[in-house]
């Protein structure tokens, strides 16, 4: 029996890789610096917000550009011999490498005590911004040199230590942009099998992610020092060329915007092994993506150039929030409550003076007014006598003009004196419709 014979013909199959997009070009995108350099300070910026949004910790499983700058930056944490070999430079805390502490606050002088504190804490430079921004009560009177004088009503006393609440935020949505991105192109990228560019896009996201949460790990500390038994009343001031802050309160209160601290505290510490091994991570991740990124398809370069220019875009926008008004916010409402906050300006420094003295009632008011107006002229000693005079006396400080009128004066100093004293009593005038603005608010 005859059967015809079929021929089957060979059919030219294409493999995946070759029908990709971009599969017959032959240029190729050089990658080595953007792999490793490209968005440095943006991502080194963005992972100091770790510790002051609540979960940002879990929000780093993404691409990030900047691997060498984040893993240089905190490697300097890792405390040892072999950490200090690879990441050389000053050992710093870490509150002050994630830029939780290091300002110097202005000038405090205890009103009862008399305790000067030549530089505050990093708290007390926070609290003097948050003051300086507030808006101001004007005072009627002479005006050459305006000064801000705000009163702080601190009668919360928080715990000596403690870990306040950070704040929410939602970030959380915006993260996902990168993160589905970082992983949508780690997928593609497996899928057209350009194993090179999938496994440099998986290492960066396991690498940052890894990082973030690691480095958030530290817990996120405030304290101040518990004042000794007996202690007067903590009341104050702080003071700087343009603005002066009239502390209230117990010394356990006061002493939260004198001496407090934010600090980090971290489990591996003092040699924060686990960051070291982080860093370390991250700078293989960079030299791997250097070697290996130019041995991708066109297609698969493409995906992770992309993949890191919308995680440039997540880092550069928690880079651009502004870290010391966050930690302002943490300090005013999760550390000492919003106390309440009353601000006035005033035309001149001689007025000033006046109006905190009679805030503050300090225990020695001519050492305190001496250190407001130290101009050591006749007419400014008659000045500061004669209004110190009536201070102690409790006498209202309404002056006529015969009171300037003192013998041994020139007419020209009599003058000034008429003028100083008119300042005094503006001051006088702002503090009694202070005492009745509280009168009513009680």
């Known amino acids: 029996m005859y059967l015809p014979q079929i021929q089957v013909m060979p059919i030219n199959r294409r493999s995946i890789a070759d029908s990709m997009p971009l599969a017959d070009s032959h240029f190729t995108l050089d990658t080595s610096g953007v792999a490793g350099f490209f968005g440095g300070d943006e991502a080194v910026s963005a992972m100091a917000t770790v510790h002051v949004y609540e979960g940002r910790k879990w929000l780093g499983w993404y691409n990030s550009p900047g691997a060498y700058d984040i893993g240089k930056r905190y490697g300097r944490l890792a405390n040892s011999r072999f950490w200090d070999g690879l990441f050389p430079g000053v050992n710093t805390d870490p509150a002050t490498l994630f830029e939780l502490d290091g300002l110097k606050g202005p000038k405090y002088r205890a009103a009862q005590s008399g305790t000067i504190l030549p530089d505050t804490s990093h708290l007390g430079a926070l609290f003097a911004k948050e003051?300086?921004?507030?808006?101001?009560?004007?005072?009627?009177?002479?005006?050459?040199?305006p000064v801000?004088?705000?009163?702080?009503?601190?009668?919360?006393?928080?715990?000596?230590?403690?870990?306040?609440?950070?704040?929410?935020?939602?970030?959380?949505?915006?993260?996902?942009?990168?993160i589905t991105v970082s992983i949508g192109a780690c997928v593609v990228s497996g899928l057209v099998e350009d194993w090179f560019s999938f496994t440099m896009i998986l290492l960066g996201i396991l690498s940052s992610g890894i990082s973030c949460f690691v480095i958030g790990s530290g817990k996120f500390t405030f304290n101040h020092p518990r004042p000794a038994d007996g202690a007067p009343r903590g009341d104050g001031v702080l003071f700087?060329?343009?603005?002066?802050?009239?502390?209230?309160?117990?010394?356990?209160?006061?002493?939260?915007?004198?001496?407090?601290?934010?600090?980090?505290?971290?489990?591996?510490?003092?040699?924060?092994?686990?960051?070291?091994?982080?860093?370390?991570?991250?700078t293989i991740q960079f030299v791997a993506q250097l070697l290996l990124i130019p041995q991708g398809t066109l297609f698969g370069q493409i995906l992770f150039v992309a993949s890191l220019g919308v995680s440039w875009g997540y880092n550069s926008y928690l880079s651009s929030l502004d870290k010391e008004q966050i930690q302002r916010e943490i300090l005013m409402k999760n550390?000492?409550?919003?106390?309440?906050?009353?601000?006035?300006?005033?035309?001149?420094?001689?007025?000033?003076?006046?109006?905190?003295?009679?805030?503050?009632?300090?225990?020695?008011?001519?050492?305190?007014?001496?250190?407001?107006?130290?101009?050591?002229?006749?007419?400014?000693?008659?000045?500061?006598?004669?209004?110190?005079?009536?201070?102690?006396?409790?006498?209202k400080l309404d002056f006529e003009p015969s009171d300037s009128q003192i013998d041994g004066l020139t007419d020209e100093e009599r003058k000034l004196l008429a003028i100083l004293f008119a300042d005094a009593q503006a001051a006088y005038t702002g503090f009694i419709s202070h005492s009745q603005s509280l009168t009513k608010e009680r």
């Open 240 to 282: 700087t060329e343009r603005e002066t802050i009239i502390l209230q309160g117990e010394e356990a209160a006061v002493n939260v915007v004198t001496r407090g601290k934010f600090s980090l505290r971290f489990s591996s510490e003092p040699e924060y092994r686990n960051i070291g091994w982080c860093s370390m991570l991250l």
């Open 131 to 145: 003051c300086a921004a507030r808006e101001a009560i004007q005072v009627p009177g002479r005006i050459t040199t």
């Open 148 to 178: 801000g004088v705000t009163i702080a009503d601190l009668s919360y006393v928080p715990p000596f230590e403690t870990n306040p609440k950070r704040l929410r935020t939602k970030s959380g949505l915006v993260a996902s942009i990168p």
């Open 335 to 395: 550390v000492l409550m919003n106390p309440p906050l009353k601000k006035y300006m005033l035309g001149t420094r001689s007025t000033m003076a006046i109006f905190v003295l009679l805030i503050l009632k300090p225990a020695e008011p001519d050492k305190m007014l001496e250190e407001f107006v130290p101009n050591d002229t006749r007419v400014w000693r008659v000045w500061r006598d004669v209004v110190l005079q009536r201070i102690r006396k409790g006498v």
